[in-house]
T-cell receptor, first 114, second 112 residues
Framework: AQSVTQPDIHITVSEGASLELRCNYS??????LFWYVQSPGQGLQLLLK??????LVQGIKGFEAEFKRSQSSFNLRKPSVHWSDAAEYFC????????????FGAGTRLTVKP | NAGVTQTPKFQVLKTGQSMTLQCAQD?????MYWYRQDPGMGLRLIYY???????DKGEVPNGYNVSRLNKREFSLRLESAAPSQTSVYFC???????????FGEGSRLTVL
């Protein structure tokens, strides 16, 4: 089955600094890839997704992600972090042959310093 | 627009007790899901329902049963709760073509 690894459990950045959250997937072909964000006590909200085509994907709240097939990666980036971005971020993968079985990474918790 | 609604939000059970988590969505989605979230493990799929009348096992189905009551409602039942089922449970729905899951706010279950 497909799987996702998020190597960083916790990241701290200063407000205004750039951000990159790492995500690596395991699957034999090109999967469908997603980033979700979870604020404390809330459900998850979709930030962006990649199905095919342009490998640089734009999302909500100023986030973007780049699909790199050669590295099996789908890293999330933001040029300038705001205090309101503090949350937990989940990368997820789904395969085209069963798009009801979405697998999530363990998550990366983002802390933003003033 | 309510989206995905889960009840109850909090529940404490004793080992061996049973309970049902209820979920309803008002977005006319075909697919519905139950996930559990545990620290350091992300979300793991328990069961899903691709359409009314069908259900399928996910990654961690043992100890759970589900019912897709109609297109709107998808319930998760614990017949004999165990401490290992202490977790936060999320219901979600989607229109498969878009790939986006819409989540409820979660149900925190503690089994003593």
């Amino acid at each position: 089955a497909q799987s996702v690894t998020q190597p960083d459990i916790h990241i701290t950045v200063s407000e205004g600094a750039s951000l990159e959250l790492r995500c690596n997937y395991s699957y034999g072909a090109t999967p469908y890839l997603f980033w979700y964000v979870q604020s404390p006590g809330q459900g998850l909200q979709l930030l962006l997704k990649y199905f095919s085509g342009d490998t640089l994907v734009q999302g909500i709240k100023g986030f973007e992600a780049e699909f790199k097939r050669s590295q099996s990666s789908f890293n999330l980036r933001k040029p300038s972090v705001h205090w309101s971005d503090a949350a937990e971020y989940f990368c997820a993968v789904e395969t085209p042959y069963n798009n009801n079985d979405m697998r999530f990474g363990a998550g990366t918790r983002l802390t933003v310093k003033p | 627009n309510a989206g995905v609604t889960q009840t109850p939000k909090f529940q404490v059970l004793k080992t061996g007790q049973s309970m049902t988590l209820q979920c309803a969505q008002d977005m006319n989605h075909n697919s519905m899901y139950w996930y559990r979230q545990d620290p350091g493990m992300g979300l793991r799929l328990i069961y899903y329902s691709a359409s009314e009348g069908t259900t399928d096992k996910g990654e961690v189905p043992n100890g759970y049963n589900v019912s897709r009551l109609n297109k709107r409602e998808f319930s998760l039942r614990l017949e004999s709760a165990a401490p290992s089922q202490t977790s936060v449970y999320f219901c979600a729905s989607s229109e498969v073509a878009t790939g986006e899951l819409f989540f409820g706010e979660g149900s925190r279950l503690t089994v003593l």
